[in-house]
């Protein structure tokens, strides 16, 4: 008998799988079409991770099966290879970026292959290769031209160590996550894509995604923030009348203002404390400040801390004196940077004010009810204005608009949509990134670089000392001529985020060879949208977001025929070890290469399936490992054992009883759990779980059904176990003297009929009690069920010399007779 043997089988499929591009897509093929993709990885130096054997099994078994039931399967993968790694690695190993990610690329590429995943290798995508970051220089002309580019001042996290901007996420303890360094805020004319025109068709789309999870939704109406309110003005007496607007949504609040608080960062704050007693403590608090992320500002456990400015703003509707205050949980970015405190009927002001002794103003109370005196706590609740006016009276939600209204017609405010999305900051500081395509010329100023003339490249002779930007230590790059005017120019020498790569990568591989385009519209449309899309739950806010952005701005411009790019969406929970997120610090990590060394690359991909549904946390267990190893094995053996079985031909019909009965039950009980679980749940470890009870059904009916029906079951096992176990299924259907591929296989379907129980068997209670069980058929009458029932012989021992009062029958589960 032939071993198991993973190692052996697993590159024999490999090879021959590469030699006939067995999983090349065919975009002539006359069937429907279904694009499955995984997240591609970032190529580091440590190779994959179990999170991405995870994500690729995942996304494997979709795709395998997809196409064994008819469809055209495009399910491609690439690498998202610029970033600030890169060029760490650079800066401390003394390499080019280009080296060390491009020997990571074809170091994962080699490990994907080894857990058999099915790509179209022939459509990889390496974002940092020239003939695709030329694309990302031609989509910012793109949004350039439509208006959606743009260059503006603005403050930003600097490391003056590293000499880069850094995002919020970057910043930990008001320190550089790279170097330590304590972070200044600085300003940079910096690019910018306005995806702020889009905030409304963003909220709007995802009402049309039933197939995304809700959290992920939940998270970007969030992050999108849309409120409806009233901008309101106060002037500022002392500085002639300079003002402060405030955005709320809470105009029926208003005459309850009893501070306002700006961000640190506003303009008009040195104009408010120049000359003022408290002005260099002041200075110091937003020094402090501005090191702290806008997360560590903003969170609900953060302290919320503020400094009087000694200057008054003047309230428009009652002209009253309202003390300005400085606060380190005010914003600029968000809102206008300023807001009004109205402590009795907000529960933050209300913890501000008591903290620093402010007034408190209710203007709001109860119907028919008084507010006690004084406020112990804010009343947030619905009630009538008091105390406001000629509005006292009115009910405050009818306020709301009667209030901005009101302060419209004074010129002293406005109804007005508030979002607390920002427009995407785009510019970085460094080499390993998409040179953006713009120079700078005295006469012409900011020049686009014609799109004939792209792609701009990153030069060579480049300076990597962790100091400064690289781009901007190379003179041959730096110093160029002007596209316009032909004079002397500079090259911007910012690059733009890594965002912008995977914002549309998924387009690319639906024609990721053509020169003079992103890509054609007609290939395009042939394959979007991704059908399911696989990926972590860290990407549900900002990948995912600027994609969608990406997709409606080229729906815009004519470039596709869709505006979501993703019709369904599945993030997977982590693998975690002993309870923890696998990670060098706490010595738990796994490597994927070790247990295909150890156990082949189809044990892995079973395991990571079969041990938890895919969007909840896995925990690693070796024992778990081991046990679908044996289990594997118990598969191999089955069918090697019955090797003589696919050898000639097998008469049908040799044996029609009960037994054969019952396996064909179990068989189609088991294509049609299957199917279901996979096709319309992604509930693998169920269709796993579904096919194990078929493997043991199979050994006990061995030698005791009909061959044909015993020889059918196994070559439905071998298809069924192809998208979780690739190799060993394509090995199998070779020991079964099959031609061609089981993955090119039809994907086997169910007989209904099969699942009807002929017979179905009935617990028998005396009042209440199962005392036995019976056998009845499934169309036996209510009265043919009871005469059964008591005619039991356990059931007449248990009845005898006691009267029945009633016989219970619940169809297809119990007879409860009951008696005295």
């Not at 440590?46 to 495009?74: C, K, P, Q, W």
């Not at 901007?165 to 970057?170: F, I, K, R």
């Not at 025929?561 to 369904?568: M, R, T, Y």
């Not at 044996?630 to 050898?647: G, H, I, Y």
Request: negative net charge; glycine residues 6%.
């Amino acid at each position: 008998m032939k071993e198991y043997s993973p190692r052996e089988i697993e590159a024999k499929w490999q090879e021959h799988w590469r030699k006939t591009n067995l999983y090349q897509t065919d975009e002539s093929a006359n069937k429907p079409k279904y694009y499955v993709l995984e997240q591609f990885p970032y190529p580091s130096g440590e190779g994959l991770h179990m999170g991405h054997t995870r994500v690729y099994s995942i996304g494997d078994v979709v795709a395998r099966f997809r196409r064994m039931n008819g469809y055209n399967v495009l399910h491609p993968m690439g690498a998202d290879a610029f970033g600030l790694p890169a060029e760490n690695a650079a800066i401390q190993r003394g390499v080019n970026p280009r080296e060390w990610t491009l020997n990571n690329m074809e170091r994962i590429r080699r490990e994907q292959s080894l857990l058999g995943a099915s790509y179209d290798w022939d459509r990889y995508v390496g974002t940092c290769l020239p003939d695709y970051y030329k694309f990302n220089q031609w989509l910012f002309l793109l949004f350039y031209e439509r208006g959606l580019a743009y260059r503006k001042k603005a403050m930003v996290n600097w490391c003056p160590s590293c000499g880069t901007v850094l995002a919020n996420e970057q910043v930990e303890d008001g320190k550089c996550w790279r170097c330590d360094s304590e972070v200044t805020k600085k300003e940079l004319e910096q690019w910018f894509f306005k995806i702020t025109d889009y905030a409304d068709r963003l909220l709007e789309g995802l009402d049309r995604l039933p197939k995304w999870p809700e959290r992920v939704k939940a998270m970007q109406r969030n992050w999108i923030g849309r409120s409806e309110g009233a901008h309101v003005t106060f002037t500022v007496p002392e500085l002639s009348d300079e003002k402060i607007t405030v955005f709320t949504t809470r105009p029926d609040t208003l005459y309850g203002v009893s501070y306002l608080v700006l961000a640190p960062e506003h303009p008009l704050v040195p104009r408010l404390i120049k000359g003022k007693e408290n002005e260099a403590k002041i200075l110091e608090f937003i020094n402090q400040t501005q090191k702290q992320s806008e997360i560590e500002r903003t969170s609900n456990d953060a302290e919320k801390v503020g400094h009087p400015t000694g200057a008054y703003a003047q309230h428009p509707l009652t002209g009253e004196a309202i003390p300005i205050w400085v606060g380190n949980y005010v914003l600029m970015d968000y809102g206008t940077g300023a807001v009004m405190g109205v402590p009795a009927h907000d529960e933050r002001d209300f913890a501000f004010a008591s903290k620093y002794q402010l007034p408190v103003k209710p203007v709001i109370r109860p119907e028919n009810e008084e507010l006690s005196e004084p406020l112990r706590e804010a009343y947030t609740g619905d009630g009538v204005l008091f105390s406001s006016g000629e509005f006292d009276g009115m009910k405050n939600r009818e306020a709301i608009h009667a209030i901005a209204k009101f302060l419209e017609e004074r010129g002293q405010g406005k109804w007005t949509v508030n979002y607390r999305l920002r427009d995407w900051l785009i510019s970085r500081q460094r080499y390993w990134g998409t040179p953006i395509p713009v120079v700078y010329c005295d006469d012409c100023h900011i020049v686009p670089v014609p799109k004939d003339q792209l792609p701009v490249l990153l030069p060579e002779d480049v300076v990597f000392d962790g100091k400064s930007n690289p781009l901007a230590t190379s003179e041959s790059f730096v110093h160029t001529t002007c596209p316009k005017c032909g004079k002397p120019a500079r090259r911007e020498t910012d690059t733009m985020d890594t965002f912008v790569d995977s914002s549309w990568y998924f387009l690319r591989y639906a024609d990721p060879h053509n020169e003079e385009i992103p890509f054609a519209k007609e290939k395009a449309d042939r394959f979007m949208p991704v059908d399911e899309y696989i990926g972590g739950i860290e990407h549900a806010v900002l990948h995912l977001l600027y994609s969608r952005f990406f997709t409606k701005v080229f729906y815009d411009a004519g470039m596709v025929s869709v505006d979501e790019p993703f019709e369904s969406l599945l993030t997977q929970g982590m693998v975690l070890k002993d309870g923890f997120k696998m990670s060098k610090s706490k010595g738990n990590v796994v490597s994927p290469l070790e247990i295909v060394e150890k156990y082949g690359a189809d044990t892995a991909r079973l395991f990571i399936l079969f041990a938890a549904p895919p969007d909840r946390d896995l925990d690693w267990s070796e024992s778990g490992v081991e046990g679908v190893h044996r289990f594997l094995n118990r598969v191999w053996r089955l069918v090697v054992q019955n090797e003589e079985l696919f050898k000639q031909p097998v008469p049908s019909g040799a044996k029609a009883d009960g037994k054969t009965k019952e396996l064909r039950r179990l068989l189609h009980q088991t294509i049609k759990k299957v199917t279901i679980e996979i096709g319309e749940r992604n509930h693998f470890n169920t269709a796993v779980s579904a096919i194990m009870e078929l493997v043991n059904g199979l050994y006990q009916h061995a030698g005791e059904t009909d061959p044909a029906l015993y020889k059918e079951a196994l070559e439905t096992l071998v298809v069924l176990l192809a998208p979780f176990v690739p190799h060993m299924s394509e090995e199998l259907w070779s020991v079964m003297g099959k031609e061609g591929s089981v993955h090119q296989t039809a994907w086997p379907s169910y007989d209904e009929s099969a699942l009807v129980l002929d017979e179905v068997e009935l617990a028998v209670q005396i009042n209440g009690k199962v005392r036995d069980k019976i056998v009845v058929p499934t169309q036996a009458s209510r009265e043919e069920i009871e005469k059964q029932a008591l005619d039991n012989e356990r059931i007449k021992h248990w009845t005898e010399g006691k009267t029945v009062r009633k016989v219970i029958v619940v169809p297809g589960k119990l007879v409860n007779i009951v008696v005295k």
